[in-house]
């Protein structure tokens, strides 16, 4: 079947159905598609299957005894990466973005699924189906919400394509693996991202009123890895803001759903290839899980700058401190914020002292653990035997 003889019986730009109603989701598609009726054993949420999937993925499951496999789950190679020529517009330099293009480009595959900006809030996920490399640049940047690019997969398999390309965060991929051997396709690549804490795109903007006195010029926000965060604006000028003076706790109750707060997949452990920065140290931290993932890193090696990852500092007194935040806190927000005059001395001790590189990493995995754990008793304690992965 060529694409040509299938593209006028469906848009890809048609509207999808809307979701369906659960008790725990975070919109990755699954339930907008005629394969809805497989979310009970398909969903990270409701049936989680990491140990099975891994071995389906990787041809192994997790090995505590290898390396750092306990906290970023299976993997062959780990290296700190940059473009040597960044993309405008990128979150980082760009390597996931390039790498898309690049598999479009030397017809590795033929459709890239990945999630790009809505036409009137750049902020506002939209997930697009690319066949052209360069519609890969809509894609560059943090989107802050829910992308159903689940719910893509479905039509670009109904458009005839077979050989995909996917970027995706945990939940997606979990569903994706899930679904993978029964969609007949000639191959499948998945580029992971991490994930944590997300929230709707309207919620995100109240984040922005609280952060910036210019929330509308704001064009970029990342979580940075020396416990800051830093906004961008348009005329070019910048603010980095300590973790410790977010104004966390004057957020709405709901500002984080259930299922993010209860998520165990932090660094996308089936992806083929996971492009994130928590281990990154300032630069982007790759982590290539498969035979699969190292064609990927292959591809684009010619364009990368690659240095060994690096580890200091010690994240037990910071991991400790948040389990106690989050055994305080209400609805996954802390009640109260650390006293005025304290804040920048936190945040400087943070700075200097906190984990960096790896360690840093490994704090982040251990605290989002123990914000699912914690998450698990208060809300869902009847789910914790069958939510909580064994590792």
Same mark, same amino acid.
């Given at each position: 079947?060529?694409?040509?003889?299938?593209?006028?019986?469906?848009?890809?730009?048609?509207?999808?159905?809307?979701?369906?109603?659960?008790?725990?989701?975070?919109?990755?598609?699954?339930?907008?598609?005629?394969?809805?009726?497989?979310?009970?054993?398909?969903?990270?949420?409701?049936?989680?299957?990491?140990?099975?999937?891994?071995?389906?993925?990787?041809?192994? *499951?997790?090995?505590?005894?290898?390396?750092?496999?306990?906290?970023?789950?299976?993997?062959?190679?780990?290296?700190?990466?940059?473009?040597?020529?960044?993309?405008?517009?990128?979150?980082?330099?760009?390597?996931?973005?390039?790498?898309?293009?690049?598999l479009?480009?030397?017809?590795?595959?033929?459709?890239?699924i990945?999630?790009?900006?809505?036409?009137?809030?750049?902020?506002?996920? $939209?997930?697009?189906l690319?066949?052209?490399?360069r519609?890969?640049?809509?894609?560059?940047?943090? $989107?802050?919400?829910?992308?159903?690019?689940?719910?893509?997969?479905?039509?670009?398999?109904?458009?005839?394509?077979?050989?995909?390309?996917?970027?995706?965060?945990?939940?997606?991929?979990?569903?994706?693996?899930?679904?993978?051997?029964?969609l007949?396709?000639?191959?499948?690549?998945?580029?992971?991202?991490?994930?944590?804490?997300?929230?709707?795109?309207?919620?995100?903007?109240?984040?922005? *009123?609280?952060?910036?006195?210019?929330?509308?010029?704001v064009?970029y926000?990342?979580?940075?890895?020396?416990? $800051?965060?830093?906004?961008?604006?348009?005329?070019?000028?910048?603010?980095?803001?300590?973790?410790?003076?977010?104004?966390?706790?004057?957020?709405? *109750?709901?500002?984080?759903?259930?299922?993010?707060? *209860?998520?165990?997949?932090?660094?996308?452990?089936?992806?083929?290839?996971?492009?994130?920065?928590?281990?990154?140290?300032?630069?982007?931290?790759?982590?290539?899980?498969?035979?699969?993932g190292?064609?990927?890193?292959?591809?684009?090696?010619?364009?990368?700058?690659?240095?060994?990852?690096?580890?200091?500092?010690?994240?037990?007194?910071?991991?400790?401190?948040?389990?106690?935040?989050?055994e305080?806190?209400?609805?996954?927000?802390?009640?109260?914020?650390?006293?005025?005059?304290?804040?920048?001395?936190?945040?400087?001790?943070?700075?200097?002292?906190?984990?960096?590189?790896?360690?840093?990493?490994?704090?982040?995995?251990?605290? $989002?653990?123990?914000?699912?754990?914690?998450?698990?008793?208060?809300?869902?304690?009847?789910?914790?035997?069958?939510?909580?992965?064994?590792?």
């Amino acid at each position: 079947m060529t694409r040509a003889a299938v593209l006028p019986i469906l848009d890809a730009d048609a509207p999808f159905a809307p979701p369906r109603a659960r008790a725990v989701c975070t919109d990755c598609g699954l339930s907008r598609t005629g394969w809805a009726h497989r979310c009970g054993n398909a969903c990270q949420f409701i049936h989680p299957r990491y140990d099975e999937l891994e071995r389906q993925v990787h041809g192994r *499951s997790r090995d505590a005894a290898r390396g750092d496999e306990l906290h970023f789950g299976p993997y062959v190679r780990m290296v700190r990466a940059r473009l040597r020529s960044p993309l405008a517009g990128a979150q980082w330099t760009g390597i996931t973005s390039r790498l898309g293009a690049l598999l479009l480009e030397r017809g590795v595959v033929d459709a890239v699924i990945a999630t790009a900006s809505q036409a009137d809030d750049q902020w506002a996920p $939209k997930p697009i189906l690319v066949t052209d490399p360069r519609d890969m640049a809509q894609c560059r940047g943090m $989107k802050m919400g829910f992308s159903p690019v689940v719910a893509m997969l479905e039509r670009a398999v109904q458009l005839g394509y077979r050989r995909i390309a996917i970027v995706g965060v945990p939940c997606q991929v979990h569903a994706v693996r899930a679904l993978e051997r029964s969609l007949g396709l000639e191959r499948l690549l998945v580029i992971g991202t991490p994930c944590s804490d997300n929230t709707t795109t309207e919620n995100f903007h109240t984040f922005l *009123s609280l952060v910036s006195p210019r929330p509308a010029d704001v064009t970029y926000l990342e979580f940075m890895p020396d416990m $800051k965060v830093e906004i961008r604006y348009r005329d070019g000028s910048t603010t980095r803001i300590p973790f410790i003076q977010l104004p966390l706790s004057t957020l709405p *109750s709901d500002f984080f759903p259930s299922a993010c707060r *209860s998520c165990f997949d932090y660094t996308n452990t089936l992806a083929d290839i996971t492009v994130g920065y928590m281990g990154g140290s300032g630069d982007q931290w790759l982590i290539v899980r498969n035979t699969r993932g190292l064609e990927l890193l292959a591809l684009l090696h010619e364009e990368l700058r690659l240095t060994p990852l690096t580890s200091r500092g010690a994240r037990q007194k910071a991991v400790g401190l948040f389990v106690r935040v989050l055994e305080e806190a209400r609805d996954g927000l802390p009640l109260r914020r650390a006293p005025k005059w304290a804040r920048p001395i936190i945040g400087w001790m943070q700075t200097h002292f906190g984990p960096k590189g790896l360690e840093f990493a490994r704090a982040r995995v251990e605290m $989002k653990s123990a914000e699912g754990v914690i998450t698990m008793q208060r809300e869902r304690p009847h789910r914790m035997r069958r939510s909580i992965p064994d590792f």
